[in-house]
C-alpha cells in the first residue's frame, strides 16, 4: 500500500514539475541545413499502400476465422 501511494505520489509530482522544468529551459537557436535529407521523401503512396495492405490481410483473416463458437449441448 505504501509502495502504491509512493508511486502515485512520485508521479504526481513529476507531472507537476515537468511544465515549470521546461519552461525554465534555455531556448535554443536552430542551425539552418545545410543539406536536404533524402530519408521518408516522396514515397507517400508507398506508405498507404502498405497500411492498405496490411488493413486488407487483417479484414481477410478476420473474415476467414471461422466464428463457430456454438455451444454443442442441445
Not at 3 to 30: D, F, G, N, Q
Not at 45 to 73: E, F, K
Request: hydrophobic letters at 55%; charged letters at 15%.
Amino acid at each position: 500500500m505504501i509502495a502504491r501511494k509512493l508511486a502515485l505520489a512520485t508521479a504526481a509530482t513529476t507531472l507537476a514539475l515537468t511544465p515549470v522544468a521546461a519552461y525554465a529551459a534555455p531556448e535554443r537557436a536552430s542551425a539552418p541545413a545545410t543539406e536536404q535529407s533524402q530519408l521518408g521523401g516522396g514515397a507517400e503512396w508507398v506508405n498507404a499502400l502498405i497500411i492498405i495492405l496490411i488493413g486488407a490481410v487483417g479484414m481477410a483473416a478476420l473474415l476467414i476465422a471461422d466464428d463457430d463458437d456454438n455451444p454443442t449441448s442441445p
